[in-house]
């Protein structure tokens, strides 16, 4: 038997694979084979439901004191194009994406040098008063660390803190290449990756549910998306306090880290959200993040082991900063649209994966 079906009759019987065996299939060219099996995976969790939610994407301020790499997005304090949103403003989007049908705001933004941890718990009380039927998912756990630095405040403090005001989930957001050598040549300032599972694991103790990112593309080696994935799977076996991997596609086009970085393929994109699928056996959830991917390598992942595609999103800019070709928005007609094409079923959901309406 060949290492490729010894992976295969693992997937089939619903056996975890081992991290070798996950270099190996980045070592495959057989695209479809690893197609197959990751739908494998999937149809065992989720049967051919896909999940979407109609979500909006507010980002209070690109100020920020860390400049990452890679980062498109960020601005230092007078920059041209450096803002921060009024908590009138904040409140305005909040109640429109509400009065649309919105379930979610999801909110991220720089670390601003000026602003106090106050200032945020202020965000969550003012959207919780101004859309009260919007779940708040907000602030990656690098936002996290350093409310935590500006206030004096432990991370467990913060978090409490934050859920008093109004906080019902965290993004993935932050993550990066948790490997510490990748981290040192794309974001050096940024918490070192042990950090960042500290923080998360912080928050599932707390009753938080968080999603997780992986930035590829760049300068990072298969071996650091495995190992990258390896630490999320060995965290999500303590806590199970994961709902989605996340894989996001670097854009170069307007980053600092260029390097002669020309992107992902959509064959790359592909292969990394399958096995991600196959590797990741304690997660339920693998979201193909359209605004990053396309809305096309995006709808063909959903025969590459993907489940869900993420939100309606309304004026994303992190991805758009960096040179994301896709729409800033999706209406829910069009992703039910994407998701019946590809031969699936559209599954309207809420933050926590609680299904809404089936299509």
Not at 10 to 26: H, N, P, W, Y
Not at 314 to 330: N, R, T, Y
Request: hydrophobic residues 40%.
């Amino acid at each position: 038997m060949s290492t490729f079906e010894a992976i295969a009759a693992k997937v089939r019987s619903a056996q975890r694979i081992s991290t070798d065996e996950a270099l190996t299939l980045f070592g495959s060219n057989d695209l479809l084979a690893i197609g197959e099996l990751a739908a494998l995976a999937n149809e065992h969790k989720n049967g051919r439901n896909v999940f979407f939610n109609v979500n909006r994407h507010i980002n209070p301020t690109n100020i920020c004191v860390n400049r990452c790499a890679f980062c498109a997005f960020s601005r230092t304090s007078g920059e041209e194009g450096a803002y921060t949103l009024a908590l009138d403003e904040i409140c305005r989007r909040a109640g429109e994406a509400q009065d649309e049908g919105a379930t979610e705001v999801h909110i991220v933004g720089g670390l601003h040098p000026d602003l106090p941890f106050e200032y945020y718990e202020e965000v969550l009380r003012a959207i919780r008063t101004a859309a009260p039927r919007l779940h708040i998912k907000a602030f990656t756990a690098v936002e996290i660390d350093y409310f935590a630095r500006i206030s004096g405040n432990s991370i467990q403090q913060v978090l409490e803190r934050l859920k008093t005001a109004g906080l019902g989930s965290m993004p993935g957001g932050g993550a990066e290449i948790l490997v510490e050598e990748v981290r040192q040549k794309i974001c050096p300032e940024k918490i070192p990756g042990q950090r960042w599972l500290e923080i998360i694991r912080l928050a599932h103790r707390d009753g938080l549910k968080t999603n997780a990112t992986m930035l590829y593309g760049h300068v990072e080696t298969h071996a650091d998306r495995v190992a990258h994935m390896d630490m999320l799977r060995r965290l999500q076996d303590d806590t199970c306090g994961f709902q989605a991997f996340i894989p996001l596609a670097f854009q170069p086009e307007n980053s600092d880290l260029k390097l002669d970085i020309k992107g992902t393929s959509g064959l790359d994109d592909l292969k990394t959200l399958a096995i991600a699928r196959i590797f990741l056996d304690n997660f339920d959830h693998i979201k193909a993040y359209w605004v990053m991917l396309g809305e096309k390598i995006a709808q063909v992942s959903l025969a590459f082991g993907v489940n869900d595609l993420d939100g309606t999103v309304v004026e994303e800019k992190i991805g758009h900063d960096a040179g994301a070709p896709s729409p800033q928005s999706l209406s829910k007609e069009g992703i039910i649209s994407l998701i019946r094409k590809a031969g699936r079923i559209p599954v309207e959901r809420d933050t926590l994966y609680r299904p809404l309406r089936v299509f």
